[in-house]
């Protein structure tokens, strides 16, 4: 996959409007700031839909969700990169983060989902669930869960935190899976899920591979 210059740079531009303003600038707004015609903006947004790095809900819609192109790159052998994110940002979908800390390579034929992307577990308190301090999580981005799941998510826009996730009738509860740990419970209001775990990796990131399994 190439991008022409003028295409990187739009996409740069989209990326930093996304994470700026939490949506897609206009095609107004985005044709003054790139000092073009409307009907360049829609060419170049069409260009970048056939290349994989943006999807949209419709023709006209500004619902636009990109992908990084570390994701779409494909390995030898069926495999596939996935970046590891550096920080999650409250509110804004995976893709349009820009904290990366590399990437590792994992087997496309096991991991198939869309803007899969992987985290860095600190701590034990996931232990019973086979994921160690140091390993990298699998996740597949999305923010709802069902009461079970293991999800990544977001506490008061800061904290990032995994867990077993259980919605009750006022509030979420996130279970650990080591009882050295409590169970901790938040209102509604601060804590947002980002992720599904899907896999585990016993990380071997600084040799660019490494071996994965589902959750």
Known sequence: MELTQRQKHFFSYLK????????APSLRQAAADMEVSHTAVAQMIQQLEKK???????????TIRLRHPEQMEEEPGGARRLPVIGQITAGLPMYAQQEWEGSVVVDGSRFRGDNLFCLRIRGESMRGAGILDGDLVICEPRQYAENGEIVAAL???????????????????MHPENPAYEVRRYPFRELLVQG???GVIRDRVESGTAEGKRS
């Open 16 to 23: 930093e409007k996304i994470a700026a303003e939490g949506q």
């Open 52 to 62: 994989g790095l943006v999807e949209r809900d419709g023709h006209y819609s500004r």
């Open 196 to 198: 599904k775990v899907v």
């Open 155 to 173: 506490i008061n826009g800061e904290e990032a935190t995994v867990k077993r996730f259980f919605l009750k009738s006022d509030h979420v509860e």
